[in-house]
């Protein structure tokens, strides 16, 4: 088996007496999508801002490619290649899509960005801005502005933001949050396409999404694993369906 990119171990996290994260260790490997899911208030949230350095933790290491990375900001992280979705709010309105996505390259190379200069103009920011917009399926909108996208052609343009950056491993909190059918349909056949250039670790409660595109899946319950396997085994084991899948789907 191949190492793995990204990998918790033993990470814990409490909030006064609240227990969020207990003594969490599971891996994100190449060419996988790795979803977690849970009942609400289990503690996804709480592991992704750990991962990505919002959240210290209490014990335990993350690592990406074997290097260390609680003793790093988030954006020492991101340059590294941990790679998360933007908020809709972070994207500039009036801003066209290649623009938008062009700043968050800029933002994480580190040069200066001159929005008075032509548009298209430097190749280092134009190039992976447009690779990871076609990546994405809006190679067609790139000029438009974001104000003029639906909701899921936006949720495409985040993802496109942290694709830019050549992450090795991307997570993404809830990308279908919000999104009808077809805008879920369309980012659902996006992210399988993606899976092979970039491991996902994806939290989702769109059951669906995750059935269709995890290789493999954990189960958070009151801030612990306590479940792990394939689409399969995961829908046919008896304590995930008591604990978290109820009725509708036994
Ligand atoms: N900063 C904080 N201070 C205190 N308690 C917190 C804090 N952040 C989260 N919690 C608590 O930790 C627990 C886990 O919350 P978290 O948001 O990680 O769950 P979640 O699985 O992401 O839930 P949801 O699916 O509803 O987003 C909850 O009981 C929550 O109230």
Same mark, same amino acid.
């Given at each position: 088996m191949r190492d793995p990119i990204l990998a918790l171990d033993g990470l814990d996290k409490s909030f006064g007496a609240l227990h969020a994260t207990r003594q969490v260790s599971l891996d994100l490997r190449p060419g996988e999508i790795h979803a977690l899911i849970g009942p609400n208030g289990a503690g996804k949230s709480t592991l992704i801002a750990q991962i990505a350095g919002t959240l210290k933790p209490d014990r335990g290491e993350i690592y990406l490619e074997?290097?260390?990375? @609680? %003793?790093?900001?988030v954006a020492e992280r991101a340059r590294l290649g941990l790679g998360r979705s933007f908020q809709v709010s972070s994207l500039a309105e009036p801003l066209s899509v290649l623009r938008n996505v062009m700043v968050g390259v800029q933002a994480v190379q580190g @040069? %200066?960005?001159?929005?008075?200069?032509?548009?298209?103009s430097d190749a280092d920011l134009v190039e992976p801005a447009l690779r990871a917009i076609e990546q994405m399926g809006l190679g067609h909108r790139a000029d438009?502005?974001?104000s003029d996208l639906s909701h899921g052609e936006r949720r495409q343009v985040e993802v496109a933001c942290a694709l830019a950056l050549k992450p090795k491993a991307l997570l993404l909190d809830e990308p279908m949050a919000g999104l009808g059918p077809e805008g879920s349909a369309k980012l659902t056949e996006l992210l399988e396409g993606l899976k092979?250039?970039?491991p996902i670790l994806l939290i989702e409660h769109d059951m669906?999404?995750?059935?269709?595109l995890a290789d493999r899946i954990s189960v958070l319950?009151?801030?612990e694993v306590v479940a792990h396997g394939d689409s399969e085994a995961i829908r046919?084991?008896?304590h995930v369906r008591e604990?978290?899948?109820?009725e509708e789907a036994c």
């Open positions: 074997r290097q260390a990375l @609680s %003793s790093l900001s @040069s %200066s960005y001159r929005f008075w200069k032509p548009i298209r438009t502005a974001v092979t250039r970039v669906d999404a995750v059935f269709r319950v009151d801030g046919n084991n008896p604990a978290y899948l109820g």
